[in-house]
């Protein structure tokens, strides 16, 4: 699946949350979308994957068929799991809402797969861990195609962190967004794209591509 968002903005009851900001982003393909604080990460994130609708601009596709074929990953509000939580609930619940068998042995077979423990408070994870896991977990989700990854630099200041999850699945196949901070964006090997910005670097593309953790 190709998405291309077209001049989104979004505004909230007190003024502008998201302003204008292209993108596209198709299979294969990672997109780095940086911006300060405050420039509309998650706005922009859930626009993106049909879970708001924009005030000004289009997102193609749009409506159910977007939302059935993307997930926003550990957004902050609104699919960030709560942190006092188990972590054998969190995948519990996540394994649920894929329409996926969430029993216990189901729940252990993931959390052995990420080193994790079953009663360690979900805001206990390591960032690497609780990224990997969450976006893993959001790729089972049948026919999801898209995965925006918000903001995974607010619980680390290393890239790598991150990294290597977002190169992973756009190297499988995936068409894969992160939403990061300015400052965390200049670490990186792509040039980035922008929030509040209409003209943008095309994507980095993964799928057969030797993609190195900067």
Request: charged share 25%.
């Amino acid at each position: 699946m190709r998405v291309r968002a077209d001049r989104v903005a979004v505004t909230g009851a007190h003024g502008p949350l998201l302003r204008a900001t292209s993108l596209e982003v198709g299979p294969g393909e990672l997109a780095v979308v940086a911006g300060d604080p405050r420039a509309g990460h998650t706005p922009f994130a859930l626009a993106v994957t049909g879970r708001i609708t924009p005030s000004s601009g289009e997102v193609r596709p749009a409506g159910a068929d977007l939302r059935a074929r993307s997930a926003p990953v550990d957004s902050p509000g609104v699919s960030e799991p709560e942190g006092a939580l188990p972590t054998a609930d969190v995948v519990a619940e996540e394994l649920a809402l894929a329409g996926l068998r969430s029993r216990r042995a189901d729940v252990r077979q993931v959390l052995d797969a990420h080193g994790l423990a079953a009663r360690t408070r979900f805001e206990d994870v390591a960032p690497a861990a609780r990224t990997a896991l969450l976006a893993d977990l959001a790729a089972r989700r049948p026919g999801v195609e898209l995965l925006v990854l918000d903001t995974p630099d607010r619980h680390t200041d290393d890239h790598r962190d991150w990294w290597d999850t977002a190169v992973r699945h756009a190297g499988s196949g995936l068409a894969v967004v992160v939403l990061c901070g300015t400052a965390t964006a200049r670490a990186l090997p792509v040039t980035p794209a922008r929030l509040r910005s209409v003209d943008q670097p095309a994507p980095l593309t993964c799928t057969d591509t030797l993609v190195v953790t900067p």
